[in-house]
C-alpha cells in the first residue's frame, strides 16, 4: 500500500514556475513507477508524465516537454514535477499517482487526493 499527497499548487501568472511535490508513505516507494496526470472538470484525466523507479527514465506528452520536469527523491520518499513557463491551459487538478508506469490511468493503483494549479493570463 502506498498513500499519496501532493503539495505545492496554487494560483500564478503566464509564464511564471511553480514546483510539485507528492510525498509517500511506505516503504516500497522506490520500487514503483510514478506519474503526473491532471484534470480540468468536464473532461478526462490526462496523462502528464512518469519518471521510473530509479529515476532514470522519464516522459512526458507533447504539450509540456522542455516545460515540465519529474524528479524523485527515493531516500525521501517524494516525487516532484517542475513547472517553468506555465500558460492558462496547464489549469488543472494535478495528481500523482504509483504504479507499474505507463501513459494511461490503468498503469497507476494509488493515487492522490489532487492540487490545484490555476494560471492566470
Known amino acids: 500500500q502506498v498513500q499519496l499527497v501532493e503539495f505545492g499548487g496554487g494560483l500564478v501568472q503566464a509564464g511564471d514556475s511553480l514546483r510539485l511535490s507528492c510525498a509517500a508513505s511506505g516503504r516500497t516507494f522506490s520500487s514503483y513507477f510514478m506519474g503526473w496526470f491532471r484534470q480540468v472538470p468536464g473532461k478526462e484525466r490526462e496523462f502528464v508524465g512518469y519518471?521510473?523507479?530509479?529515476?532514470?527514465?522519464?516522459y512526458y506528452v507533447d504539450s509540456v516537454k522542455g516545460r515540465f520536469t519529474i524528479s524523485r527523491d527515493n531516500a525521501r520518499n517524494t516525487v516532484y514535477l517542475q513547472m517553468n513557463s506555465l500558460k492558462p491551459e496547464d489549469t488543472a487538478v494535478y495528481y500523482c499517482a504509483a504504479g507499474t508506469g505507463g501513459t494511461t490511468w490503468s498503469g497507476y493503483a494509488y493515487w492522490g487526493q489532487g492540487t490545484q494549479v490555476t494560471v492566470s493570463s
Open positions: 519518471i521510473s523507479w530509479r529515476g532514470d527514465i522519464t
